[in-house]
């Protein structure tokens, strides 16, 4: 018999995942403008009280999370994006092109949230499903 080794989604997950290098500030780590943050990354940066590196795994199907290795147990530990709300359910390719709708300096200010960026982009891909007009590429 061949042995056979179970692989659980969350050990996929770090498999695929993209690394990445972000400094852990007192909001957390950023990628791609989008905050994640957690109690336990927060003890990080409370505990050192200096910017500290960390290795980010970051996801194309889901943009909800990141995983991120703790430097003093070198495990991963899940930390959830801050906006949920706008983060639910996106995959970043759809993310990356509800950015490139609305300028840096808006999403910077608060002056258009990233989810009204996302709803008017849904609204669009709604419109063009339903026209008649539009055929497939």
């Not at 050192?48 to 495990?75: F, G």
Request: aromatic share 10%; charged share 25%; glycine share 2%.
């Amino acid at each position: 018999w061949q042995s056979v080794s179970f692989v659980y989604p969350r050990q996929l997950d770090l498999v695929v995942g993209q690394i990445a290098t972000r400094t852990v500030f007192h909001y957390g780590v950023e990628y791609d403008c989008i905050r994640y943050n957690s109690a336990l990354l927060g003890t990080l940066s409370n505990r050192t009280r200096e910017n500290v590196l960390v290795q980010i795994r970051v996801y194309e199907h889901d943009i909800s999370y990141v995983d991120v290795l703790m430097p003093d147990t070198d495990e991963y530990v899940r930390v959830p994006a801050t906006d949920a709300e706008y983060c639910q359910g996106l995959n970043r390719h759809t993310h990356l092109l509800v950015r490139c709708r609305i300028p840096d300096d808006c999403i910077d200010s608060n002056r258009y949230p990233l989810f009204m960026a996302r709803a008017v982009l849904q609204e669009l891909i709604e419109s063009l499903q339903s026209s008649q007009e539009v055929k497939p590429c």
